[in-house]
């Protein structure tokens, strides 16, 4: 198993992409950090994949934006569990409009999720990863880390901010064995993708048939969504790359739409 009893946090990881790659680093032998708003929900799906093990899973509650939240429940995992190994920053959401038409509040509301969320996710969990001389921060980027699409102006923001900050931790953390990467999947079927298929059609007048073919898999080599699964591997390793070679990167991870 390739991360037995390591300590690993997952936000955003009630549902979606950040529940399938708790349900990997669960199958590794890992204790895992279920961080999501709501706590019966985080809790409902860290008990599902406890039973499923070998690894374990507790359900936190934490709003990545909130600084106090952020610290107590990474101070709570520490002192249950003795320590962190691994933070995958992963929640998320999606907000688009053309950017005369973006609402500031808007605006704000995303990037403090994705970028206030990896900063104070990160800011809490790297004193304990100095304290054992290693650990892994992982954050979830997007080919809007490389590329941009019209009504996206805030998350393609965000998602290119993530490589800047996970470059410097990856130079700040290189002499504790702390490491930093960024997954940058392309478009998986998850809440956050299916609520935008309607809502881009009608801001750009197509139907939602040709915002899937069209928009979301056009530049694909086959046409196929990315899937959870295929992300959950990567996160894998991320998680457990052995040496400091592996730092301060971005895999891009989307059947061939953003080609580097
Ligand atoms: P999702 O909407 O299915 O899940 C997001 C999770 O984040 C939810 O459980 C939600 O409760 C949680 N969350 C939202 N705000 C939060 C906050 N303030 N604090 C804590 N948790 C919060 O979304 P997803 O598709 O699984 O996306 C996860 C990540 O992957 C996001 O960062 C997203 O930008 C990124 N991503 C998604 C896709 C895709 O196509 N789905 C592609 C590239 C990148």
Same mark, same amino acid.
Not at 117 to 131: D, V
Not at 216 to 222: A, P
């Given at each position: ?59 936190? +509650? ?6 106090? +939240? ?8 520490? $002192? ?27 605006? $704000? ?56 900050? +996970? ?12 490491? +930093? ?13 299916? $609520? ?65």
């Amino acid at each position: 198993m390739k991360l037995k009893n390591k300590v690993c946090i997952v936000t955003g990881a009630a549902r979606g992409i950040g529940e399938g790659i708790a349900k990997r680093y669960v199958e590794e032998g890992a204790r895992v950090v279920i961080a999501d708003l709501k706590l019966e929900v985080a809790q409902e799906t860290a008990e599902k994949l406890s039973v499923m093990g070998p690894g374990t899973a507790m359900g936190v +509650a934490m709003d990545v934006t909130n600084e106090q +939240a952020v610290n107590d429940g990474v101070a709570r995992v520490a $002192k249950e569990w003795g320590g962190i190994d691994v933070l995958v920053s992963n929640a998320g959401i999606q907000i688009v409009h053309k950017i005369e038409d973006f609402p500031f509040a808007d605006w $704000k509301k995303l990037l403090s999720i994705h970028l206030d969320g990896a900063f104070l996710t990160s800011k809490a969990c790297i004193p304990h990863m100095y304290e054992r001389k290693a650990g892994s921060i992982i954050f979830m980027g997007s080919v809007h880390s490389k590329e941009a699409s019209p009504l996206k102006s805030a998350y393609v923001t965000a998602k290119h901010g993530l490589l800047g900050l +996970a470059r410097v931790i990856s130079k700040e953390g290189a002499e504790h064995g702390v490491r +930093a990467n960024v997954i940058c999947p392309g478009f998986v079927k998850t809440p956050l993708v299916e $609520k935008q298929i309607p809502e881009q059609a009608k801001e750009l007048g197509i139907s939602e048939k040709e915002v899937v073919n069209k928009i979301m898999l056009g530049e694909t080599v086959d046409k196929e969504f990315t899937t959870i699964e295929d992300v959950a591997e990567v996160a894998l390793l991320f998680a457990s790359f052995p040496t400091n070679a592996l730092t301060g990167q971005s895999l891009v991870v989307s059947h061939g739409w953003f080609m580097e």
